[in-house]
């Protein structure tokens, strides 16, 4: 066990979809309950419909608050027309976390084979804040959190990991 200690983030969660609701919205609540059971704090949660300039003005709003240090979001990361979350998010980029999206192809993969080729899965960091764009499908989320989001969000993590480098995110 490392004798670094845990240190719970701020993390909103954007649920990209025409058709969920609250009462619908399975990855939503998966990622909210991961990001609790593993220590962080929800700091807010919004559900919109598949529209660019609506995801990218919320992730916008989160990247501008200082108290958001990472912000998830599930869905929109398909081919279909109506998916956009990737051309909403990636202009707000300063630089893209290339090794997410393949990463989490490959670990995919073990669960959908090659249709693991559909997905757009991004992350980046935007204005100090880190953006994890999660495909829509709970299982998706639970991969992308559980073997991927979660290890580096841990300050406990080593070799390294992505709260230590927090504090150098804004240098220029």
């Known amino acids: 066990m490392s004798d670094r200690k845990f240190i719970p983030l701020n993390i909103a969660v954007l649920t990209v979809s025409d058709s969920r609701d609250e009462t619908t ?12 059971e593993a220590g962080h ?18 992730v916008s709003h989160w990247i501008g608050d200082d108290a958001t240090q990472v912000v998830l979001t599930t869905g929109g ?11 909403a998010v990636k202009p707000l980029f300063d630089k893209e976390i290339n090794g997410f999206g393949e990463m ?26 880190y ?5 829509g ?24 990991n992505l709260v230590e480098l927090m504090p150098r995110l804004l240098d220029k």
């Open 25 to 36: 919205d399975k990855s939503g609540k998966l990622l909210i309950d991961r990001l609790q």
């Open 41 to 58: 704090r929800l700091q807010e949660k919004q559900i919109i419909p598949d529209d660019v300039y609506r995801i990218r003005a919320a």
């Open 77 to 87: 990361t398909g081919i279909t027309g109506r998916d956009g979350t990737p051309e």
């Open 104 to 129: 989490f192809r490959v670990l995919s993969y073990d669960s959908v084979g090659p249709s693991t080729l559909q997905s757009r899965a991004v992350a980046g960091v935007a204005n100090g804040t």
């Open 131 to 135: 953006v994890f764009c999660l495909p």
């Open 137 to 160: 499908s709970s299982g998706a989320c639970a991969d992308g959190w559980d073997k991927l989001i979660s290890p580096q969000l841990d300050f406990r993590t080593r070799p390294c």
